[in-house]
């Protein structure tokens, strides 16, 4: 509201931009960062769109597009009117098998953010995946910890969650060729907008930045 130039009331008091030469858009477009239904409902009552970390696998994309369509029709809203967004990463490799094995490519913490419910978890797998998530603040095992990413590889197999994680991430493993491969199957199911984290390694940032723009991206174009 401050940003479009409109009157905000804040606990009693009513105030609104006023900088030197400013000019209010006529709208600022808001995207919601949604892990789990609840969020995902508000989105579609009130946000322009939707950056979506709730899964991949086929089920979650037949879960989430239920969400958005009861949602929108509770809320009088046309689905066409959300910017919808999914969020993950590559995981570049010479083949599929190699870049698998160096990282899950989906991630986790936000399947135990808050509550575990509409989180689509099996009850049975629900206290292996909070023991899972539970090494977040483990020195060892801090974001960009070398050999992390192989170590909750590790992880997941021993708490008998890795089979589970893989039918959720969205595939995108393998050299370049694959992933725009895969990024087209995806697109086909309405996954066409990506938000990619680049790199966990800051090494490897700049090299992983010129992989999709030089390699992924130019396949995409049809």
């Known amino acids: 509201a401050i940003l479009a130039g409109q009157d905000c009331h804040f606990e009693g008091r009513t105030f609104k931009a006023r900088w030197a030469n400013y000019e209010s858009p006529v709208h600022i477009p808001v995207v919601v960062a949604v892990s789990g239904p609840k969020t995902l409902r508000m989105a579609c009552e009130v946000a322009d769109g939707a950056l979506l970390s709730m899964g991949c696998g086929s089920e979650n994309i037949t879960y989430i597009n239920g969400i958005i369509n009861d949602s ?3 809320f009088g809203r046309s689905r066409s009117e959300l910017d919808l967004w999914w969020n993950s990463e590559i995981v570049f490799g ?14 986790t913490n936000w399947l135990t953010m808050g509550t575990l419910e509409g989180k689509q978890i ?4 629900k206290d292996a995946v909070v023991a899972f998530n539970n090494d977040s603040q483990d020195i060892e095992s801090e974001y960009q910890t070398e050999g992390r990413e192989t170590a909750l590889i590790h992880r997941a197999k021993k708490f008998g969650i890795y089979d589970w994680l893989m039918s959720r991430a969205p595939g995108l493993w393998g050299p370049p060729e694959l992933i725009a ?9 309405g996954l066409d907008k990506w938000m990619f984290y680049v790199g966990r390694n800051p090494s490897e940032q700049n090299e992983h930045i010129r992989l999709i723009c030089e390699e992924v991206l130019p396949r995409l174009k049809k």
Do not use: F, M, T
Not at 94 to 107: C, F, N, P, T
């Open 72 to 74: 929108c029709a509770e």
């Open 94 to 107: 010479d083949s599929y098998e190699l870049a698998k094995s160096k990282g899950i490519g989906v991630g």
């Open 122 to 125: 099996p009850n049975e797998l």
């Open 181 to 189: 491969k895969r990024l087209l199957e995806l697109e086909s199911q």
